[in-house]
T-cell receptor, first 123, second 108 residues
Framework: QVQLLQSGAEVKKPGASVKVSCKAS????????IHWVRQAPGQGLEWMGW????????NYAQKFQGRVTMTRDASVSTAYMELSGLISDDTAVYFC????????????????WGQGTLITVSS | DIQLTQSPSSLSASVGDRVTITCRAS??????LNWYQQKPGKAPKVLIY???SLQSGVPSRFSGSGSGTDFTLTISSLQPEDFATYYC??????????FGRGTKVEIK
């Protein structure tokens, strides 16, 4: 079945960087964009950006421009999200999710999602 | 950026109740609106895409309607497993593909 498996929880110090991986299985990795979404403790969902596993092209939310880098390694069907200059407000669960496009194109939704990776930023 | 306003932010309901959650977009988004369900400690799961299309495997008691700027998620008869937080998300045009702030459905 289609599945996204993310790397494990990490604790980082302020100012550090973190790289989260998202390994896809059960479908052609290069055929679907991967989106990243985060969720701070007790808060809602925040869209961060997407990467095209085929071309490597990316699009980041302005809030994260300059701090986030999304990459992929198609040979191992894995997408990565690296966030630098970590601050305490970056403490959150980070999700990857596959973009699924409707039959007529245009509309898309996120399905499935990875299980989430908790990143804790603490001194 | 397109803002999505969900209401209510929380509600209490009983098993068997009909529940309606609304999502209003700050500008026209056609039918580019999805609904997700999230249970504590779990990843979100899509229920409805393109405003009114039921995702495969999702019970038919869930339905979505609307277009333009106003959208509704309805649960026709609330079941115990439906107690969760629900989010709308717009996928219109260019990013960011914003989410609503969520509606927590609790047991009365």
């Amino acid at each position: 079945q289609v599945q996204l498996l993310q790397s494990g929880a990490e604790v980082k110090k302020p100012g550090a960087s973190v790289k989260v991986s998202c390994k896809a299985s059960g479908y052609t990795f290069t055929a679907h964009y991967i989106h990243w979404v985060r969720q701070a403790p007790g808060q809602g969902l925040e869209w961060m950006g997407w990467i095209s596993p085929n071309s490597g092209g990316t699009n980041y939310a302005q809030k994260f421009q300059g701090r986030v880098t999304m990459t992929r390694d198609a040979s191992v069907s894995t997408a990565y999200m690296e966030l630098s200059g970590l601050i305490s407000d970056d403490t959150a669960v980070y999700f990857c999710a596959r973009r699924t496009v409707g039959p007529a194109g245009g509309v898309f939704w996120l399905d499935p999602w990875g299980q989430g990776t908790l990143i804790t930023v603490s001194s | 950026d397109i803002q999505l306003t969900q209401s209510p932010s929380s509600l209490s309901a009983s098993v068997g109740d009909r529940v309606t959650i609304t999502c209003r977009a700050s500008q026209f988004i056609s039918i580019y609106l999805n609904w997700y369900q999230q249970k504590p400690g779990k990843a979100p799961k899509v229920l409805i895409y393109a405003a009114s299309s039921l995702q495969s495997g999702v019970p038919s008691r869930f339905s979505g309607s609307g277009s333009g700027t106003d959208f509704t998620l309805t649960i026709s008869s609330l079941q115990p497993e439906d107690f969760a937080t629900y989010y709308c998300q717009q996928s219109y045009s260019t990013p960011p593909y914003t989410f609503g702030r969520g509606t927590k459905v609790e047991i009365k």
